[in-house]
């Protein structure tokens, strides 16, 4: 059987799924505070839709999926959604991003999903009144609780901290010290231009290069070896139980052993997150295409994937990265 190999013989063993465009937070670097124009609910994939583009994807070669949004839990039934994703058998791991806010009732039952493997969880400041005004919702006490029950649970846990110049900065060793006692691994992302507005001015420019600096200042760090297709360069400190990780998003230093593809919500297949979109999934499997058809158009897009995040971005047609992370999945 045909395995998603694209045109710089990367193969494709990973895809990144958005169940939903809606969030109930707002944080700045990913919306405007109003929100965005919210798509109605025909127009999104349904679980059923989905569940057979990963299926498909699957038999194509496909081994883990990691399922986004917007917030996943906004969506009626996603765990419902969990379950059934988990008897495909082709599938080797099931992975979550959450904002955490709504998360914590459903922990156990996620942990008796065998192939739920890892849960990241965005939290990109330790202080309530600063978590406020980047997320613009008072929701702290529930994402740090949803934090200690995701550390005591038998689930792999990575902190997201997006590196915000002019806001949480001054936070990044207060972060790499969680990961002495406990078992996390804290993760430092880039800022990148997906917040509905576009590139924002920034005081300081904080790249993978200067975020390690800044963590240099305070502690001694030596890096691991990461498996080549990781989104992270990844560091561990001596008699700390946890590890750190810089996502050069942004910079996209990453690009070169890229195993990646994106599905948006609306079924937009995405080659690359700094492309705008390469195919419609939903309208082509609405209009009557068959499993073979999918195979096929997967096989054939994937030949369209760009050698780096540079190129998807210069071969834009709509125009500067301005949309947001929640339209996109993050």
């Not at 080659?271 to 073979?292: K, P, Q, T, Y």
Request: aromatic share 8%; with cysteine.
């Amino acid at each position: 059987m045909s395995k998603l190999t694209d045109s710089f013989g990367r193969r494709i063993e990973y895809v990144r799924l958005a169940v939903t465009d809606r969030c109930n937070l707002r944080c700045q670097y990913c919306m405007p505070a109003h929100g965005i124009d919210i798509v109605p609910r025909q127009e999104l994939l349904t679980f059923k839709e989905m569940y057979r583009l990963i299926r498909v994807l699957t038999e194509l070669g496909v081994k883990k999926v990691r399922l986004t949004g917007g917030e996943p839990f906004v969506r009626k039934d996603f765990v419902d959604f969990l379950e059934m994703l988990s008897f495909n058998d082709l599938l080797d791991e099931i992975n979550i991003t959450t904002n955490g806010a709504l998360i914590s009732q459903h922990i156990s039952t996620i942990e008796n999903l065998e192939k739920v493997k890892k849960i990241n969880l965005s939290i990109d400041s330790l202080n309530a009144d600063k978590f406020a005004k980047i997320t613009r919702r008072d929701v702290f006490p529930e994402v740090y609780k949803t934090f200690e029950l995701l550390e005591k649970s038998s689930l792999d846990l990575k902190l997201n901290v997006v590196v915000q110049s002019g806001f949480n900065t001054d936070e990044i060793t207060d972060f790499v010290r969680l990961t002495k006692d406990k078992n996390v691994a804290v993760r430092f992302i880039e800022e990148m231009p997906f917040n509905g507005k576009g590139q924002r001015e920034m005081k300081e420019n904080w790249t993978l290069k200067k975020i390690l600096e800044e963590i240099k200042t305070e502690f001694i760090v030596e890096e691991i070896q990461s498996e080549k297709s990781s989104t992270s360069r990844n560091y561990k400190i001596d008699n700390h139980l946890g590890t750190i990780g810089i996502i050069p998003a942004f910079t996209r230093t990453i690009c070169n052993d890229c195993n990646r593809i994106r599905i948006t919500s609306t079924g937009t297949f995405k080659n690359c997150l700094f492309d705008d979109g390469v195919f419609n999934l939903r309208d082509f499997i609405r209009n009557g295409a068959s499993n073979e058809d999918l195979k096929e158009l997967f096989l054939s897009l994937i030949k369209e994937k760009p050698e780096n995040g540079f190129i998807a971005e210069a071969n834009r047609k709509k125009g500067n990265v301005s949309e947001s992370m929640s339209t996109i999945g993050g």
